[in-house]
């Protein structure tokens, strides 16, 4: 093809797009000021390929929305689309929409002086850069920041796909194989990391000229109306499956993988394209077999953890088994014989702090269901600082009979931290009546003192046996008045032979 840019097209070869920056808690460049422009993809294969949908979303660092694109983009005429089952998008779809060089001037003016942002970076640069070699269009380098590596830093999760990382950052109900939606989440993300999480970036981000491209063809979105994100029981366990991903190519596949499950299954079909979709981007026979074990093993040990595999669970693990080609991985698995599944806690925490984004990461490595929406199967609501006193949700369960708890007593109940202990008697503060004891006792030591000492007195100095008797039981008295009330009241209180425990 031809370049439309001729003046762009002087290098012979493609260099990097963008220039990645680490957006992490270590980071010493504040990016409170900054824009962000998060970007997304839908693409004919894992790689090489087309791109078939770009989206865009300008954000501020606070998370205000400036300006979003999206637009299915024609990869040529003929190009098949790829896994339609995955992304939903036809050839038919893609007839009318305008070709990545003529949109590419409305997706610079999007980026310029602003931080590009990606969940997964990486294949996102592999398939801009190869539509830019394709039309020999040379860009400079954008900064740009990987939110899937930045969040590994900030949470504990089972895994990193864009759901589950969604679900531990409170985003719900965002519309599935749907570009638009998933900058959106990409972009939140980002503006939670630099907000509530204090991320900032590890250099100062070097902001290049970048070309003026007119762009007069129309952007032809697909409509924001796609089915929202399966949150049935096969969409939380594929929150919580465990994942140890090598790369930007594994992360995308299994990605693909979890959008293809978000229907209850795989079906033969689907798993005979992905998997042709990973041979032809370079992963052998035997990594994608890996894979789907690794895939299926996960997803079966989340569904055996509370002991309890419903006739339905097996039936949808089997299957995604069969599919994938691996079924000796489920060879004995089998529903239990326990009559009903046990009210397991389903957790539905609220809030925009960081500590709100741990508790919900904790509860997922921890294997407790992270709910999404306020329904009646929900045992705990947990709302931190940032959640208003007339937030609906918190009179919904109050209705319901759902525990509201905050987070310092949600971390105690779910077993994340340990109780408060009490102080011990042996610590306990000063009070005003201690301090009375405590210097009542010492005047009746010195006194008791004082009478022993003038007894002795007048025994040497001859002034009588009486006499000095007198003084020494005055001074017996009043040492043990004075000890009596030195002792605490508790420790007076406890049986003989008892001792105080030392704190530990």
Not at 318 to 346: F, Q, S, W
Request: hydrophobic share 45%; with cysteine.
């Amino acid at each position: 093809m031809v370049s439309r840019f001729p003046n762009l097209s002087d290098a012979p070869t493609m260099p990097e797009l963008f220039d990645t920056l680490s957006l992490s808690r270590e980071g010493r460049v504040s990016a409170g000021t900054l824009e962000f422009t998060a970007v997304a993809c839908k693409t004919t294969a894992l790689y090489p390929g087309h791109i078939i949908e770009l989206a865009a979303v300008r954000v501020k660092a606070d998370g205000t929305v400036l300006r979003e694109l999206s637009t299915l983009v024609n990869p040529d005429i003929g190009v098949d689309p790829g896994p339609t089952h995955v992304h939903q998008i036809t050839r038919e779809s893609l007839d009318g929409a305008p070709p990545f060089d003529e949109i590419l001037g409305r997706f610079v003016e999007m980026c310029r002086d602003s931080v590009v942002v990606a969940h997964n970076l990486p294949f996102e640069q592999r398939f801009l850069t190869a539509e830019l070699e394709r039309f020999a269009i040379r860009m400079p380098t954008l900064p740009a920041v990987c939110t899937l590596a930045s969040v590994k830093q900030a949470l504990k999760l089972p895994n990193y796909r864009m759901a589950t990382v969604a679900g531990a950052f409170g985003i719900a109900d965002f519309p599935a194989h749907l570009a638009l939606a998933d900058a959106r989440v990409s972009a939140q993300i980002a503006s939670a990391l630099v907000t509530a999480h204090g991320f900032g970036l590890s250099a100062q981000p070097r902001f290049h000229k970048l070309p003026r491209l007119r762009s007069s063809v129309r952007p032809v979105p697909r409509p924001d109306t796609r089915p929202i994100r399966n949150t049935g029981w096969m969409a939380g366990l594929a929150d919580r499956m465990p994942s140890r991903s090598v790369g930007a190519l594994e992360d995308a596949y299994l990605e693909m993988l979890s959008e293809a499950l978000a229907d209850r299954h795989i079906s033969e079909h689907e798993s005979h394209a992905l998997a042709m979709l990973a041979a032809n981007a370079g992963m052998s026979k035997d990594e994608v077999r890996r894979v789907h074990k690794g895939f299926v093993a996960a997803l079966r040990a989340v569904a055996e953890a509370d002991g309890i595999v419903t006739v339905d669970e097996e039936s949808d693990v089997r299957r995604v088994a069969h599919a994938l080609g691996v079924p000796e991985v489920v060879h004995d698995l089998h529903a239990t014989n326990a009559p009903t599944r046990p009210a397991n806690a389903r957790v539905l925490v609220l809030g925009a702090s960081a500590e709100a984004d741990r508790l919900r990461a904790h509860v997922l490595a921890s294997g407790t269901q992270l709910a999404k929406k306020l329904t009646a199967s929900v045992t705990h609501l947990v709302a931190d600082h940032t959640v208003p006193r007339n937030e609906p949700r918190l009179t919904r369960a109050h209705e319901l009979d759902i525990p509201t708890l905050d987070l310092p007593a949600a971390r105690v109940a779910f077993g994340f931290d340990p109780p408060a202990q009490a102080p011990s008697p042996s610590t306990a503060p000063a009070t005003p009546a201690r301090d009375k004891r405590f210097w009542a006792s010492r005047v009746l030591m010195g006194l008791g003192l004082l009478f022993m000492f003038s007894s002795i007195v007048s025994l040497f100095n001859g002034s009588g046996f009486a006499a000095g008797l007198v003084a020494g039981l005055l001074g017996v008295g009043a040492l043990i008045g004075g000890w009596y009330l030195s002792e605490d009241p508790e420790t007076r209180a406890l049986e003989p032979g008892q001792r105080i425990q030392a704190p530990r």
